[in-house]
């Protein structure tokens, strides 16, 4: 059974860092790009970043809106998905997903999601 | 890439028909992908490349469209169904979704 499990989240001030992590089990964690989508309290989905397979050389992607802020990465040989977050600030706050790209295009596994929330 | 959905919200009976439109900002070469979300869960997602059914997904939903506009029917609703809908689009970056649609019971 494919299990995107999230933890990490936590409350911190502004200007504070997280780091956020996603453990995988039940497939090949190696095969799949990868990505993290969060979701503000009462709003719809944001994709935030992926991270690449091995054979596309661990490259990444950033929405502009975290971009030089965050970094994304993973340890295929903990089948771990991480989100570094550096520089929060209260429009970073909300349910932080990880899901698995399908090689189709879309996200077929989702965790339950691990909350982030950024105050003072 | 922006992508519009329409309407932002729909009410509805159980049994009947719905649709749900997004028009995207440019071509996307139909990698769209609809998603059913449900309060406090993760999105589910039910059609990809614009008409492809999930598998496990029941045949009451369907996907079509091309180049820029997209439609996602339900043929008759079920009480389960009531939720809010995304579609998203992965054909350049950003990857972005449309604002949703939520689809209430009448």
């Known amino acids: 059974e494919v299990q995107l499990v999230e933890s990490g989240g936590d409350l911190v001030q502004p200007g504070g860092s997280l780091r956020l992590s996603c453990a995988a089990s039940?497939?090949?964690?190696?095969?799949?790009?990868m990505d993290w989508v969060r979701q503000a309290p009462g709003k719809g989905l944001e994709w935030v970043a992926r991270?690449?397979?091995?054979?596309?050389?661990?490259?990444?992607e950033y929405a502009a809106s975290v971009k030089d802020r965050f970094t994304v990465s993973r340890d295929d040989s903990k089948n771990s998905l991480y989100l570094q977050m550096n520089s929060l600030k209260t429009e970073d706050t909300g349910l932080y997903f990880c899901?698995?790209?399908?090689?189709?295009?879309?996200?077929?596994?989702w965790g339950q999601g691990t909350l982030v929330t950024v105050s003072s | 890439i922006q992508l519009t959905q329409s309407p932002s919200s729909l009410s509805a009976s159980v049994g009947d028909r719905v649709t749900i439109t997004c028009r995207a900002s440019?071509?996307?070469?139909?990698?769209l992908a609809w998603y059913q979300q449900k309060p406090g869960k993760a999105p589910k997602l039910l059609i990809y490349?614009?008409?492809t059914l999930q598998s496990g997904v029941p045949s009451r939903f369907s996907g079509s469209g091309s180049g820029t506009d997209f439609t996602l029917s339900i043929s008759s609703l079920q009480p389960e169904d009531f939720a809010t809908y995304y579609c998203?689009?992965?054909?350049?970056?950003?990857?972005?979704f449309g604002q949703g649609t939520r689809l209430e019971i009448k």
């Open positions: 991270v690449r397979t091995k054979v596309r050389s661990y490259s990444t």
């Open positions: 490349f614009a008409s």
């Open positions: 039940g497939f090949t964690f190696s095969d799949h790009h």
């Open positions: 899901a698995r790209d399908n090689n189709k295009y879309s996200h077929d596994y």
């Open positions: 440019q071509g996307i070469n139909n990698y």
């Open positions: 998203k689009q992965l054909n350049g970056y950003p990857i972005t």
